[in-house]
């Protein structure tokens, strides 16, 4: 187990840097905010969207037992009652009777202090919260027109398991991955953007026979947590902890999270759990349909078991965040950069004209749209080159390329790596052979 400890300071470090360079924004922050929503400005979009890509290009593209789903956001009420849902996605709620703040009763470090006012014993007594958002389908509201916003992608799954059995002509062991929207009326949502009402999931529902459950549970505990470390998470700041047997859910017969240590400490960033057969028989039962697998090699009919790998974005690119950061003294002043694995990075190469005259900015705006075509690039031709190049830094981009006087002469181009600084004089003709070997994506 790592004995490394968190640094309280780095979580407004990486709150400020986010919001000052365009990654996460406060929600409707011109009438004051919405409490735990955020926007992703034009930089975190693309880290997000990097993460995702990243976690899709290991679970699906690079397997051949995996395939992909993007299941509707709205469910009817039948799908969470057959699922457990109503009756067990709770938590424990207490409110203070002194400062009126509401709490998980589960998460207090005291159940008998307020945390806020300070207050012994005035906690109310504890109530059940269901965590799910409730609307209503069409233009009549009433009990017959409920529908409910998914707390969890992984029931689009299962109902459509049959269908993609079919569909895709996998059999087990094979799995079904998603990326999407999930919503849960948190309780007490806070520290960012690792616990809000509205996130997104990378979850895979992996379909074993019953038998092999055990051994496949194992194998993908080890393989989602070597996925953090590929993509550059020191192993200090991981670690894969098992669920005692009260923490376990409704459905698992085991699992582990994988935990980083954030600012305030371990926390998950996610859980690998043996679902056993709960929900394709809750749903089976529920729905009179069959949800079983037919061998016809063997001649047996079984209803899989399920390991589900269940990873949060959201959270996972905060924490990628936090383990890139870094600050180190460059010259007397103090360089803040983020070391991101280049598949992470918003910007793979940043075009840089070393000054706004016409005879470098076409020609670098030419050679911007040459490179636009393979790596996602920023370009920016304001400020001295310095300062452009700490804002680089600062964003992550791997490789500045700068378009200066000598290369309307020369037909080159400098390269600046973001890790090292080091520069060095590379020909425009094999720019982008040089660019892909270096950010070896």
């Known amino acids: ?72 956001i709205l469910s009817p009420p039948a799908v969470w009652e057959a699922s457990g849902h109503f009756a067990n996605f709770t938590d424990p709620l207490v409110d203070c009777r002194n400062c009126k703040e509401r709490f998980r009763l589960d998460k207090l470090d005291d159940p008998h202090t307020c945390p806020n006012c300070g207050e012994k014993d005035s906690f109310t007594e504890a109530r059940q919260f269901n965590l799910m958002f409730k609307t209503h389908a069409g233009p009549v509201e009433g009990k017959g027109h409920e529908v409910f916003l998914r707390p969890e992608t992984a029931q689009g799954i299962f109902l459509n398991f049959a269908n993609v059995l079919q569909t895709s002509r996998k059999k087990p062991p094979f799995g079904i991955a998603q990326v999407g929207k999930s919503f849960r009326n948190e309780i007490t949502p806070g520290n960012f953007v690792f616990r809000t009402r509205e996130f997104e999931q990378m979850e895979m529902e992996y379909f074993v026979p019953p038998a092999e459950a055990a051994e496949w549970y194992q194998y993908w505990r080890q393989e989602r947590f070597r996925w953090y470390l590929d993509l550059g998470i020191p192993e200090s700041m ?103 694995h280049p598949r992470l ?70 390269v600046r790596d973001r890790d090292s600084m080091e520069q060095e004089r590379v020909p425009i003709d094999g720019l982008v052979d040089h660019l892909a070997a270096r950010l070896d994506l």
């Open 238 to 340: 991981l670690r894969l902890r098992d669920h005692e047997a009260d923490e376990l859910s409704h459905y698992s017969s085991g699992t582990a999270d994988v935990e980083f240590l954030f600012p305030w400490g371990w926390d998950e960033l996610e859980g690998i759990a043996n679902r056993s057969d709960f929900d394709l028989s809750a749903h089976a039962e529920a729905s009179g349909e069959k949800l079983d697998y037919f061998d016809p090699t063997t001649g047996e009919r079984y209803r899989p078991h399920v390991i589900e790998p269940a990873a949060g974005a959201t959270r996972t690119m905060m924490a990628f965040l936090m383990a890139a950061y870094d600050e180190e003294e460059v010259r007397g002043e103090t360089r803040v950069v983020l070391r991101l």
């Open 345 to 414: 990075a918003p910007y793979k190469v940043a075009v840089l004209p070393l000054s706004k005259k016409p005879e470098l900015t076409g020609p670098a705006l030419e050679l911007l749209g040459q490179l636009q075509g393979r790596f996602m690039c920023d370009y920016d031709e304001t400020q001295n080159i310095g300062k452009r190049y700490r804002r680089q830094d600062e964003l992550g981009t791997p490789l500045c390329v700068t378009f200066d006087f000598d290369s309307v002469e020369d037909g080159a181009v400098t």
């Open 1 to 72: 187990m790592s004995d490394a400890s968190p640094d309280p300071a780095l979580f407004d470090k990486i709150v400020n840097l986010t919001k000052r360079r365009g990654f996460v924004f406060p929600s409707a922050e011109i009438y004051g905010g919405f409490r735990s929503t955020y926007d992703y400005g034009p930089v975190g979009v693309l880290m997000l969207r990097n993460v995702k890509d990243a976690w899709w290009r290991s679970m699906v593209q690079l397997r051949h037992d995996v395939v992909g789903l993007d299941a509707a």
